[in-house]
């Protein structure tokens, strides 16, 4: 190889290295969401708690929208991405009951 | 009594009617004073007939009205379903709570459950709900649930806004459902 490829070969290995490294954090952070997604809906179901006030749910879509677009991430991606993992936690839970 | 499935929100059950919950039903038809929003109220012939017609929504269309019961005590506390009656424009999302059980977002949240299954489970297209324009507290549960006034109808002779209900898996909805059932 020459010296240009063998630098590239390394850089690419450093890129890998740190996409295995965040994907572990992805994975980490999905189970600690889930671990306390848990959590409240045993805490509501205990001490009779309502759902989350009306403004909440606008607020955090506006909040995802403008953390994606100073990430430069597609928001739609983004909102497409968290609806997915929250569903899961209602379907989580609908199997939890039955 | 109905194919009714089972829906569980953090603090309600879902439940298909029973036998049982005549006589709660009896009583909000009879002397319910929201009973005005839909219509006036009825004789305890009217509730039997209502009743037994509310069973019989569910074998005919696969869907209904829920009882809706406290998950820790039991107690049958209103009615939130799917409605399509043969001079409806289209399946209706409707919710009635019992007298000492408003106040607690529980229609909120029952109707929440009710939107998921709807779209999910269902297939069906987003739903509407037919409110009286005095029925304030109706109206402001369907803006929190995200509906839109869709236009002005007279269904069953009295005058209604035509709400449309957020798609199932619509960001909010989503979101809603996950707050109200987990």
């Not at chain 2, 001079?87 to 939107?115: L, T």
Request: net charge neutral; glycine share 8%.
């Amino acid at each position: 190889m020459t010296d240009t490829a063998t630098r590239a070969a390394e850089i690419l290995k450093g890129h890998r290295e740190s996409i295995d490294r965040l994907d572990a954090i992805l994975v980490y952070t999905l189970g600690e969401r889930f671990k306390h997604t848990q959590a409240v809906g045993q805490l509501k179901a205990e001490h009779d708690l309502p759902p989350s006030d009306p403004a909440r749910e606008a607020t955090q879509i506006a909040r995802l929208t403008d953390l994606a677009n100073r990430a430069d991430l597609d928001p739609e991606f983004a909102k497409k991405f968290l609806n997915f993992i929250i569903e899961e936690v209602i379907q989580h839970h609908k199997q939890h009951q039955s | 009594m109905t194919p009714a499935p089972t829906l569980t929100t953090a603090r309600l059950v879902l439940r298909g009617p029973q036998k049982r919950d005549l006589a709660a039903f009896t009583a909000w038809m009879t002397q319910s004073a929201r009973m005005e929003a839909v219509g006036g109220k009825g004789t305890e012939r009217d509730a039997w007939r209502g009743f037994i017609a509310g069973i019989g929504h569910w074998q005919w269309h696969g869907y209904g009205f829920f009882t809706v019961t406290e998950r820790k005590s039991g107690v049958a506390a209103g009615r939130v379903g799917v409605i399509n009656h043969i001079e409806w424009p289209q399946p209706e999302m409707a919710w009635h709570m019992f007298d000492g059980f408003e106040g607690r977002s529980y229609a909120f949240e029952a109707a929440c459950a009710v939107r998921e299954w709807a779209g999910r489970t269902l297939g069906l297209e987003p739903l509407i709900s037919l409110i009286a324009p005095t029925n304030t507290r109706s109206l402001a549960l369907a803006t929190r649930l995200g509906a839109v006034e869709e236009r002005r109808d007279v269904v069953d002779g009295e005058d209604c806004i035509v709400f449309r209900h957020l798609n199932y898996d619509d960001a909010r909805a989503v979101r809603q459902a996950a707050g109200a059932i987990a």
